[in-house]
């Protein structure tokens, strides 16, 4: 084409590049290189580039195709991208209109199987110590899982076929397909919450094998998260055996098939009534010698001389009493004999011992010296009582009564006591008593006074 | 404990109480520890759990219900409708 010498206008040129590019350019085009730039705006749309190693690829996604990624499309990714490419007239800039979007070299699901296990492992939701244990003998389990799907008749089969003993109640819901994950998170959150009435000791959630994107809502965070919120031991069930998902590494147990449900939630039935015979042929077992043994011991007691000669027990203890009190009194005599023996020697020799004589001989000493000593005083004694009695017949020469023995007699008068020595000392009838010398009394009445002197 | 309340007792025991007690009985009866007397009571009391465990597991129906709604909602469900 020559230059006609026309001129655009930018719009004009814009858009005659976008015709030119519409008309020569497939309707779709799949793309691979490396993602960057990328921004994921808030309207929810992204903006990103596509690069090998000598150019780029400016790409957009728009909200509702991002939406339905199953991984998280992030710079340096690898990716295979398919859309149409479109000009952007206002700015005169072609882009890649992407509408699918997977990674190169592993599928879309496998990586975000990745990212997923990488985010909750670093929360820590697999960790062991959160894994609840099993109870021993379940009564009731519930079994979240699609009701038409054969894994509802393979996880009650395998249940059932090893314990009987439980009752199973199912909680119908999807398991594959748009929500599937939130309605089973939701189950496992309503199934918690009236747990008081279900009294559900394990949650069974699961369902048949399939293709990966089949099981894919075991693979979902919201399931994953209400696993581990579940305050019932969850036990997962999903696929075959090589499919591992989200789910299984959340549950507390994982069967790897529904059909291993049974293994791993119920013991064998079988098995416990083997161990109740074998109990049950112990303790038969134990009884028999029990009672075996208990006889023997009877019969060896009874065989014993307590109970062949009852009295010899009492008879042989009498005869110890009696022989053990004669030895004691005779013991006690004998000593006694002893004792009294030592007492009469100990005696004889104190008699014997010198000082006692001597004792003796001080006492007689002191008995003469007693003697004279009583001697010289009553001597004494006699001298002095003649000289008292020569005294005395001398100061009796001196009495005044001494004179009445030579006829003299003393006249008292009665009312006074006074001597009557003086006419005046008595007056007409008084009386008077005469003293004698035998110390006789005459009492006489004053008849008459005669005063000589008054006369002469 | 007299015989008549054990019978009753182990009626309302779940299969984990009853093996249980079950095994704690063997292990005493076996480690020799009680008396002759109490020990043929426990013995008899065995026998007895071992019963109710061999009914639990033959009484079982093999059955399956729904949970998925309580019987309140479902009703006020229908009545919106």
Redesign the interface.
């Known amino acids: 084409m020559k230059n006609t010498g026309k001129i655009y206008t930018v719009t004009e040129i814009n858009t005659l590049i976008k015709a030119v590019l519409d008309a020569n350019l497939p309707g779709r085009v799949t793309v691979t290189g490396q993602i960057t730039d990328w921004k994921l705006h808030h309207s929810g749309h992204c903006y990103f580039a596509l690069k090998d190693e000598n150019s780029k690829l400016p790409a957009v996604m728009w909200k509702s195709r991002y939406n339905s990624l199953k991984f998280l499309p992030e710079n340096g990714l690898a990716v295979i991208a398919t859309g149409c490419i479109e000009v952007y007239v206002p700015n005169g800039k072609y882009q890649l209109i992407a509408d699918k979007l997977q990674p190169a070299g592993k599928g879309a699901l496998q990586l975000a199987f990745e990212q997923m296990y990488e985010k909750l492992r670093a929360e820590g939701l697999f960790n062991d110590e959160y894994k609840k244990p099993l109870?021993?003998?379940p009564?009731r389990i519930?079994?979240l899982t699609s009701e038409s799907g054969a894994a509802?008749q393979d996880i009650?089969n395998s249940i059932?076929s090893r314990?009987?003993?439980?009752?199973?109640?199912?909680?119908?819901v999807a398991v594959q397909g748009e929500g599937a994950a939130e309605q089973i998170a939701a189950?496992l959150d309503d199934?918690n919450r009236?747990n008081r009435?279900?009294c559900l000791d394990i949650l069974i959630v699961g369902r048949g094998g399939g293709a990966l994107e089949d099981l894919w809502a075991f693979n979902e965070e919201v399931l994953a998260r209400a696993i581990f919120r579940s305050k019932i031991p969850v036990v997962s069930a999903v696929g075959h055996e090589i499919d591992t998902t989200i789910a299984d590494l959340v549950a507390d147990v994982r069967a790897s098939t529904p059909t291993k449900a049974g293994v791993v939630t119920v013991p064998d039935?079988y098995e416990?009534?083997d161990r109740?015979a074998v109990?049950?042929r112990?303790?038969a077992g134990?009884?028999k010698t029990?009672l075996r043994l208990?006889k023997q011991h009877l019969e060896t007691v009874l065989a014993s001389e307590v109970f062949r000669k009852p009295f010899s027990l009492v008879t042989t203890r009498q005869q110890l009493l009696d022989e053990t009190e004669m030895r004691v009194s005779n013991t006690i005599r004998y000593q006694l004999a002893e004792l009294g023996q030592k007492v009469h020697l100990l005696a004889e020799q104190v008699r014997r011992i010198e000082p006692h004589r001597l004792l003796r001989e001080c006492l007689v000493t002191v008995y003469n010296l007693q003697n004279r000593a009583r001697m010289a005083a009553q001597q004494v004694i006699g001298g002095c009582r003649v000289t008292v009695s020569t005294a005395a017949g001398r100061l009796a020469a001196l009495n005044p009564k001494s004179v009445l023995q030579r006829g003299y007699s003393i006249t008292t008068n009665a009312a006074t006591g006074r001597i009557v020595r003086l006419l005046e000392d008595a007056a007409v009838a008084d009386t008077i008593i005469t003293e004698l010398a035998d110390e006789n009394l005459i009492e006489s009445k004053v008849t008459k006074k005669q005063n000589k002197a008054k006369r002469s | 404990m007299a015989g008549k309340n054990e019978k009753t007792d182990t009626g309302k025991m779940t299969f984990e109480q009853t093996i249980t007690e079950l095994t704690a009985i063997v292990d005493k009866i076996e480690q020799g520890r009680i008396p002759l007397q109490d020990s043929l009571q426990q013995y008899e009391r065995a026998m007895a759990l071992i019963k109710h465990c061999r009914t639990i597991l033959q009484q079982a129906e093999k059955r399956i219900e729904k949970i998925s709604e309580p019987e309140d909602r479902k009703q006020a469900g229908q009545d919106k409708e």
């Open positions: 109870p021993p003998y009564q519930g079994i509802v009650t059932h314990w009987p003993a439980v009752k199973l109640l199912l909680y119908p189950a199934v009236r009435q279900l039935m416990v009534l109740l109990m049950q112990r303790l134990w009884a029990a208990a």
